[in-house]
C-alpha cells in the first residue's frame, strides 16, 4: 500500500511569512495527525483529526497556526505569521484504528524561518 | 496523563555489541508502547508495538522489547550491534499528549564503533 504523502520535503521561508504543509494519508485510515519535531526533540502533537473533524488541537498554537481536513482525507497544515522558532519537520502520520496497533509516517516537511 | 522517559540521549556500542535503549513509561491507564527509528532526514519508521498481548514482543531488524509493568519499563534490545543500525530511537506511548496520538520521548541516538 503507498505510504502517507507530505509536501513539500524542504521549505525556507523569512519570518513574518507565511506556509502551508500537504499531506495525503494512506487510503481508508480515518484518522489523520500532525506533529512538529524541533531538532533534537521528540516528535510532539499539534492536532488529530477523526474524519474531517477536530479531536483534539490543544497544543497547536492557534493564533498562527491552523489545519483543516477538508472530505476527511488530504489535509493542510498553515502556518501564518511564522516565527523563528517554528523551524522544525513537520510530520503527518494516519491511522486505520485511532492508533491501536500503530501509525504510520510521512517523511516529513522540513521547514526552516530565516 | 502519560509521559515517557529515555535514559541517555546518546549510546555508543561497537558493531556486534548488545544493543540496550531504556524507556521508562507513566500512564494512567493500561498502556500502548512503541519504538520507532528515524534515519537522517526521514519520517519514522515503526520498530515493534505493545498493545497488552504477549509481554516480550519481537520487531523487525533484530529488535525486541519487554513489557515490565512493575518496573513502568519498555527497553528495547538488539543482541548484536550492526553498522545499519546507528539512528535515533524514540520510545512512544499512545495518548497523553492528545485523544490518541503518541506522546514521545526525547530520542536517544545510537552510534555503533566499527
Known amino acids: 500500500e503507498a505510504g502517507v504523502a507530505q509536501s513539500p520535503r524542504y521549505k525556507i521561508i523569512e519570518k513574518r511569512q507565511s506556509v502551508a504543509f500537504w499531506c495525503n494519508p494512506i487510503?481508508?485510515?480515518?484518522?489523520l495527525y500532525w506533529y512538529q519535531q524541533i531538532l533534537g526533540q521528540g516528535p510532539k502533537l499539534l492536532i488529530q483529526?477523526?474524519?474531517?473533524?477536530?479531536?483534539?488541537d490543544s497544543q497547536l498554537p492557534k493564533d498562527r497556526f491552523s489545519a483543516e481536513r477538508l472530505k476527511g482525507v488530504d489535509s493542510t497544515l498553515k502556518i501564518q505569521p511564522a516565527k523563528l522558532e517554528d523551524s522544525a519537520v513537520y510530520l503527518c502520520a494516519s491511522s486505520l484504528d485511532a492508533g491501536y496497533y500503530g501509525y504510520t509516517f510521512g517523511s516529513g516537511t522540513r521547514l526552516t524561518v530565516v | 496523563a502519560q509521559s515517557v522517559t529515555q535514559l541517555g540521549s546518546h549510546v555508543s556500542v561497537s558493531e556486534g555489541a548488545l544493543v540496550l535503549l531504556r524507556c521508562n513509561y507513566s500512564s494512567s491507564v493500561p498502556p500502548y508502547l512503541f519504538w520507532y527509528v528515524q534515519y537522517p532526514n526521514q519520517g519514522l519508521q515503526l520498530l515493534l508495538k505493545y498493545t497488552s498481548a504477549a509481554t516480550l514482543v519481537k520487531g523487525i531488524n533484530g529488535f525486541e522489547a519487554e513489557f515490565k509493568k512493575s518496573e513502568t519499563s519498555f527497553h528495547l534490545t538488539k543482541p548484536s550491534a550492526h553498522m545499519s543500525d546507528a539512528a535515533e530511537y524514540f520510545c512512544a506511548v499512545r495518548g497523553g499528549g492528545g485523544a490518541d496520538g503518541l506522546t514521545f520521548g526525547k530520542g536517544t541516538h545510537l552510534i555503533i564503533q566499527p
Open positions: 487510503s481508508g485510515h480515518a484518522t
Open positions: 483529526f477523526q474524519n474531517n473533524g477536530v479531536v483534539d
